[in-house]
């Protein structure tokens, strides 16, 4: 008897999502074996960057409301697949309503559950139970941009955060693991500005620099906005010109009678016998 044996030869490609035995994880085009197999070029010269976020547990995340159950929130987070965000996990009282939180909305929470067996849930109940207002929730307000996962992991422990705090007012900025920036500042100029600047710091490093770029694209901005300013004068002056002037109407006031109170009394007094005079007729007429 002859016995056949099977063998099941690797593919020499790796493909987008597997993971070869080095610590390299394949996220974009499909990489050759061989490549990887070369110690100097894996170390040197292979550099993957990832693009779709894998969820972890305690991260957090600003998603996108896809569609609004009656008992839960299915959320893109930018990961190979969709979250769920239970409506119970919400604080008591903090469920949106539905016209508020429905499909398209921002909301920022915290992955609760990652396992590659079952879906992300995600979670806003609050950390610290001893606050009034939740950190997590609905995001009605701000501005959200998209950055890579490179520049959200660099941001977490940049520099450059505390100087935004110190010299751009009522700033504040929510970074998530998931490739997400949520941002508030007073003016639109400096919510320009912080915006680029970020973007650059994905490849500058040096804080000085990337403040005086902010500092110099501040006073851009405000040229642009003073020409504009004076642009629209100028046209307003012109307008004004050619306008007719118009005659004005001298409005004479009523004078009110200064016997008004005198006047009052005397109608009284006739209201009042010509109702006394009704009063007798009609008494008269029942004695007869």
Not at 213 to 218: D, F, G, N, S
């Amino acid at each position: 008897m002859t016995s056949s044996t099977t063998t099941t030869t690797k593919s020499p490609y790796l493909l987008p999502g597997e993971r070869d035995s080095s610590l390299f994880i394949i996220h974009n085009h499909g990489v050759s074996r061989s490549v990887l197999s070369s110690k100097q070029t894996s170390q040197d010269t292979l550099i993957s960057i990832p693009r779709i976020y894998e969820p972890k547990e305690s991260d957090f995340v600003i998603g996108i409301v896809l569609v609004r159950t009656p008992d839960l929130f299915l959320v893109d987070i930018n990961s190979a697949e969709s979250a769920i965000l239970p409506t119970t996990s919400f604080d008591e009282g903090r469920l949106p309503a539905r016209n508020t939180m429905n499909r398209l909305s921002a909301v920022y929470a915290r992955v609760a559950r990652a396992d590659s067996w079952i879906q992300t849930e995600l979670s806003c109940q609050s950390i610290d139970r001893s606050k009034k207002k939740s950190d997590f929730g609905h995001i009605n307000q701000g501005n959200i941009f998209r950055c890579s996962l490179a520049l959200c992991d660099k941001l977490q422990r940049s520099q450059l955060i505390p100087y935004f705090n110190r010299i751009v007012k009522n700033f504040r900025i929510r970074i998530a693991r998931n490739g997400f920036i949520w941002c508030v500042t007073d003016t639109t100029n400096s919510m320009i500005a912080v915006k680029n600047v970020i973007y650059e710091h994905e490849f500058e490093n040096n804080i000085d620099s990337l403040i005086n770029h902010y500092q110099t694209l501040m006073n851009k901005l405000q040229e642009q906005d003073n020409s504009l300013v004076k642009a629209k004068q100028q046209q307003q002056q012109q307008q004004h010109q050619h306008q007719p002037v118009k005659k004005e109407v001298e409005t004479k006031k009523i004078e009110q009678p200064t016997n008004s109170n005198a006047v009052t009394r005397l109608m009284n007094q006739v209201i009042k016998s010509i109702l006394d005079k009704i009063i007798d007729d009609i008494e008269q007429n029942e004695n007869q």
